[in-house]
């Protein structure tokens, strides 16, 4: 599903998710773990400000496992709590409540100290379209409780979701909006189907996803396509695209006059990578000043 952006949508959008703020302990951002940096909200410090907050990388099932580490010792090496689960079959997903309560630990303890009964810990999703927020809810609810496709802007009664004995969750997340400015981010957002195809020429995404697993992923790439030689020089465009043409040529796109249909094969690889056809691929490293 896709949003077209305004900056009304995001004014909206910023100010429903602050009255949420207002009813929560802690805020879950959720993140996807192919693109950690690419798939966060722009202006996600401002907007949570002070609220503890715990990150979440979901979507971990596609990403590389070594890279799902590193992401995970940056942000933990920034002073964030951060896990990596897979909304979808629901795995670590047990982990949010125990993190989340962990982040409240000196104040519930304080209550206790008082002789206060503690109160579950109350929790809020967000994250940008895409992310898995309604997966998310559904499979922490137990239930189906939240519709997949929410949409910013549309507002309906929002109720607390029990998790377990130590969280309460709003069961409709914070829609937050993705980065713009940045084309790169762009071609990354969109390589993981995370904006809309048609917002960016289908043929530049399958390029610059195809420049990247050719210079990362180079054996996974040749092993799906059957390609024989890396590209020698990766900043040369001709020897991407002849990598394009060869795929397109292995899958049968083809047009008249023995030329080859770009347009066909860069959806067959932008498909197959977004389907983990090439195995679990992360689109992003960590910066290089992570601590090792
Ligand atoms: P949103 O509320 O943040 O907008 O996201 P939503 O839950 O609708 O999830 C978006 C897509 O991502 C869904 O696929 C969902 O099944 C998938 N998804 C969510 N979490 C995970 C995960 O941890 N791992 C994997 N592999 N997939 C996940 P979909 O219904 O097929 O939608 P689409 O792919 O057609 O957009």
């Not at 099932?61 to 995970?72: G, K, Q, S, T």
């Not at 997903?93 to 008082?114: D, G, N, T, Y």
């Not at 465009?237 to 347009?263: H, Q, S, V």
């Not at 690889?269 to 290089?288: C, F, H, N, Q, V």
Request: hydrophobic share 40%; proline share 5%.
């Amino acid at each position: 599903m896709s949003i077209q952006w305004f900056p009304g949508h995001m004014t909206k959008a910023r100010r429903q998710i602050q009255e949420k703020l207002k009813l929560i302990d802690v805020a879950i951002e959720l993140l996807d773990a192919r693109l950690p940096m690419s798939s966060r909200n722009p202006m996600i410090n401002d907007i949570l400000h002070n609220k503890p907050r715990l990150i979440v990388m979901n979507k971990s099932d596609l990403a590389d496992p070594d890279m799902n580490a590193r992401w995970l010792k940056l942000f933990r090496c920034e002073g964030h709590a951060a896990i990596a689960v897979d909304a979808s079959t629901g795995s670590n997903v047990s982990q949010i409540p125990v993190e989340a309560r962990k982040l409240l630990e000196e104040k519930i303890q304080r209550q206790i100290a008082k002789g206060m009964k503690p109160r579950p810990v109350r929790a809020l999703i967000v994250g940008i379209p895409n992310v898995g927020k309604s997966t998310l809810i559904n499979k922490l609810a137990g239930r189906s409780v939240a519709a997949t496709g929410d949409r910013p802007g549309v507002t309906k009664g929002q109720q607390w979701i029990r998790v377990g004995t130590e969280m309460e969750l709003l069961d409709t997340p914070g829609i937050l909006w993705p980065k713009f400015e940045d084309q790169e981010v762009g071609y990354r957002l969109a390589a993981t189907g995370a904006i809309r195809e048609e917002i960016l020429n289908v043929e530049d995404i399958a390029f610059y996803a195809l420049k990247y697993l050719a210079s990362q992923y180079w054996d996974r790439l040749a092993e799906r396509y059957s390609l024989e030689q890396p590209p020698v020089d990766m900043d040369n465009p001709d020897e991407i695209l002849n990598i394009m043409e060869d795929i397109g040529r292995k899958r049968g796109c083809l047009m008249g006059g023995g030329r080859i249909d770009l347009e066909k094969a860069s959806g067959i690889i932008l498909r197959e990578l977004r389907a983990g056809k090439m195995g679990r691929i992360t689109l992003e490293e960590p910066y290089s000043f992570m601590v090792e």
